[in-house]
């Protein structure tokens, strides 16, 4: 039922004729996005676009569609189909928002009021014991904050901004394209888009609302924070224009290493270095822990890489009672020079190993070189 080169409207749409309102819906909805001039690269989309929305005015309608099913596109309303001209009451874009959003053309929009002002960033270089026990750092940064002669507005005190002569307050241009009737919308160059315009400019800010200020500002980092986290501290960012709130401070950790611990989650690292001697016949010795040193026996016949738990002086737990461990691991130390009283002692000793079993010793020797090891 297409009179020269119009295509079916149900063939432009790919519905039956039995389609249901919410169907054709779909249907423009799906092609719209795909043809629509600002998302789609194919030369013809335009076309397209305006024969996928032709196609939905008619098959929208109740009443045009009933007209159409029966006479096709030689409706008796008009010259060529008496539907009438879907772009001639207005934007060609309205139909998109009706079909996609219920409604709300382009042109619909309110005047844009304060805006959040940005957030911040700030590293905070925190010592190994400082990140383990937690701490309060008298910080300095600075931000933009809100001007106090003209609260935020940009106007010298005692006067305001004045709507926009250029947008009329709408903070847009609108321009519309010949021959297609396609609407296109830029911010406007007069007020920059927030619809007013400042006629004497406030003296302490020179009209920009905002001045940047130095804060000082206490910030308290709990127990056990580790070096990949951050602190936010809500409304310490900078203030918004045009009277806008605070955004947010954030506060970077960086925890620097430490000469004999390593931190894992929340256990404790140290490698405690042995000298033959207490290697095999064992010993009670001091050893360093983040709280202070602390007594831990050392078995005879320890090996190096054996590992050994010290409960509870750990990292403690965020937001949680309670600490981690630390975990103690041995490292044999064997001497790459001996004096000649160390030297004899471990001859003497050697020839006292069994060679079936050198597991056997004379502790006797032992205490001996543990004795010269201390001289």
């Known amino acids: 039922m297409t009179t020269g080169a119009k295509r079916d409207y149900y063939e432009v749409l790919g519905i039956s004729r039995t389609a249901e309102p919410d169907e054709i819906k779909k249907a423009f909805r799906r092609l719209a996005r795909q043809y629509h001039p600002d998302v789609s690269k194919e030369p013809d989309a335009e076309a397209k676009f305006k024969e996928i929305n032709e196609a939905y005015e008619v098959l929208s309608d109740e009443q045009k ?34 079909a ?23 590293s905070l270089r925190l010592t190994f014991e400082e990140a383990i026990f937690g701490v309060e750092k008298e910080i300095e940064y600075r931000r933009l904050e809100t001007c106090p ?5 940009g106007a010298e005190p005692g ?25 296109t919308v830029s911010t406007c160059d007069n007020c920059n ?21 130095t804060r000082r500002l206490t910030v308290k980092v709990p127990a056990g924070v580790d070096g990949n986290q951050q602190i936010r501290i809500s409304g310490e960012g900078e203030a918004g ?46 050893v360093p822990t983040i709280d202070g040193t602390e007594r831990l026996r050392i078995p005879a016949g320890t090996q190096t890489g054996q590992t050994f738990r010290m409960r509870g ?25 001996l004096n000649d009283q160390q030297r004899r002692l471990f001859q003497e000793l050697a020839r006292t190993f069994d060679p079936e079993d050198q597991s056997d010793h004379d502790e006797g020797f032992f205490g001996r070189i543990k004795d010269a090891f201390r001289r």
């Open 313 to 337: 002086k750990g990292v403690p737990f965020l937001r949680q009672q309670g600490r981690g461990d630390q975990i103690v691991v041995t490292r044999v130390v064997v001497p790459q020079k």
């Open 149 to 153: 002669s003209c609260k935020g507005n």
């Open 193 to 213: 888009g927030t619809g007013t315009v400042i006629p004497i400019p406030c003296r302490e800010c020179r009209g920009e609302g905002r001045m940047r200020q």
């Open 159 to 183: 006067t305001d901004p004045v709507r926009c002569p250029k947008c009329n307050g709408t903070g847009e241009m609108r321009q519309r394209a010949p021959f297609i009737n396609m609407v």
């Open 241 to 286: 224009p045009r009277g806008g709130s605070f955004g947010n401070l954030y506060v970077a950790l960086d925890v620097q290493p430490h000469p004999l611990f390593l931190r894992e989650g929340n256990d404790i690292i140290l490698e405690l270095k042995l000298n033959v001697a207490q290697a095999a016949l064992g010993e009670e010795l001091n």
């Open 100 to 122: 996609f959003f219920g409604g709300a053309a382009a042109g619909q929009r309110t005047q844009r009021g304060p805006q959040r002002g940005a957030d911040l960033r700030y």
């Open 65 to 98: 569609r009933a007209m159409y099913d029966r006479f096709g596109h030689n409706s008796p309303g008009g010259p060529g189909g008496g539907y009438g001209d879907p772009f001639a009451n207005g934007d060609p874009f309205s139909t998109i928002f009706d």
